[in-house]
């Protein structure tokens, strides 16, 4: 058996806060595309809801019903990084360029260390934290301006869903796959 690839026990306290935190991530998107939906046409409702949704719900399955094994936790981060790049095309070429590279990285990064040819989880750390920081401490203090709650939601489920990748981090540990 395998010692380098990292696990997260199903029943350990990460990986059920990182569950929950998916599952509300997925339901305050729901709220908010059902409060928002007749102002979406389907590809938006395809791109910006069944995405993230899809990624959430999946992972939060993951994580609580299945072994100590994170490997197949790559395929539903594979689908949310494909979401948050096709997010990323409305903004100017250089910001879309910038987060699908950013992006692409935190994938490749995730996939190292959940495979374990990273010996350390550090940069995931790092690559996952820092967005979740910037957003909240930059983007959501003084870029956006929030009218209302609802307004807030979709902001919410994204942070939501960040901080759910450090918390799974954070728990991951070395050791045997049974």
């Known amino acids: 058996m395998s010692y380098n690839r990292r696990t997260?026990?199903?029943d350990s306290p990460y990986a059920i806060i990182a569950a929950l935190l998916m599952f509300f991530s997925a339901a305050l998107s729901t709220v908010s595309y059902a409060w928002y939906s007749f102002a979406f046409d389907w590809k938006e409702i395809a791109?910006?809801?069944?995405?993230?949704v899809t990624a959430c719900v999946i992972?939060?399955?993951m994580l609580l019903s299945r072994k100590n094994n994170l490997m197949p936790t790559i395929?539903?981060?594979?689908?949310?990084?494909?979401y948050f790049a096709l997010r990323s095309?409305?903004?100017e070429v250089w910001q879309c360029v910038l987060s699908c590279v950013l992006?692409?990285?935190?994938a490749i990064i995730y996939i190292l260390t959940v495979s374990g040819f990273l010996d350390s989880r550090t940069p995931l750390m790092v690559i996952s934290g820092a967005p979740l920081l910037f957003r909240i401490f930059v983007v959501d203090i003084f870029v956006n301006d929030y009218s209302d709650f609802l307004s807030f939601l979709p902001e919410l489920s994204v942070l939501f869903i960040l901080a759910?990748?450090?918390?799974?981090?954070?728990?991951?540990?070395r050791g045997r796959l049974y």
């Open 47 to 52: 791109v910006g809801y069944v995405l993230p």
């Open 59 to 61: 992972m939060a399955i």
């Open 103 to 106: 992006y692409a990285s935190f």
């Open 75 to 82: 395929i539903p981060m594979l689908i949310g990084v494909v």
């Open 89 to 91: 095309v409305n903004l």
């Open 164 to 173: 759910a990748i450090v918390i799974e981090t954070r728990g991951m540990r």
């Open 8 to 10: 997260l026990s199903p």
